[in-house]
């Protein structure tokens, strides 16, 4: 397996896992590789850092901390993030949309919906982006 930071014609960076580089030339060639955001297949390589493993004496014990401490900071910022932020649930789409055309008033929300939404959104310039990780609605709280 071989993973690959691609980017768009629009600017939009992501990363996909091939069998091969000959898997990613082929498929390419073949225009089976989009922008999951955009639906672009104008996607070229972007500019990634090698993978530079630690010693193999420290790897097994600087690893799981840094990805632990690197994940918590990262839910953190999204809890920080959502601060304020109304709970839209399935509606998400269409409540953006509309702040968007302007028929309702701007406010922080979050919600949920489905890739096909969420290319459409991004097709027509609405604002958003995707949170790293799930949100558990509010009536589903314990």
């Known amino acids: 397996m071989i993973v ?3 980017k768009c014609g629009s600017g939009h960076v992501f990363e996909v896992w091939f069998g ?3 898997d ?6 073949r225009g089976l590789v989009e922008c999951p955001l955009c639906g672009d297949k104008h996607i070229g390589k972007a500019v990634m850092a090698p ?3 630690a010693k193999s004496n420290r790897q097994a014990e600087v690893a799981p901390a840094a990805m632990k401490a690197a994940m918590a900071a990262l839910a953190a910022a999204q809890a920080k993030a959502l601060e304020g932020s ?3 649930g399935g509606t998400f789409a ?3 949309r509309a702040m968007h055309d302007g028929t309702e ?3 922080p929300i979050h919600g949920q919906v489905t890739i096909a939404e969420a290319k459409a959104l991004a ?3 609405v604002p958003v982006a995707p949170l790293p990780f799930p949100v558990v609605p509010p009536d589903a709280c314990n």
């Not at 990613?24 to 060639?29: C, E, K, S, V």
């Open 4 to 6: 690959f930071d691609l």
């Open 20 to 22: 091969s580089s000959t």
């Open 24 to 29: 990613y030339d082929d498929q390419q060639a």
């Open 51 to 53: 993978a530079v493993a």
């Open 86 to 88: 109304q709970w839209v």
């Open 94 to 96: 269409t409540r953006a």
């Open 105 to 107: 008033d701007h406010a």
């Open 123 to 125: 097709e027509d310039g």
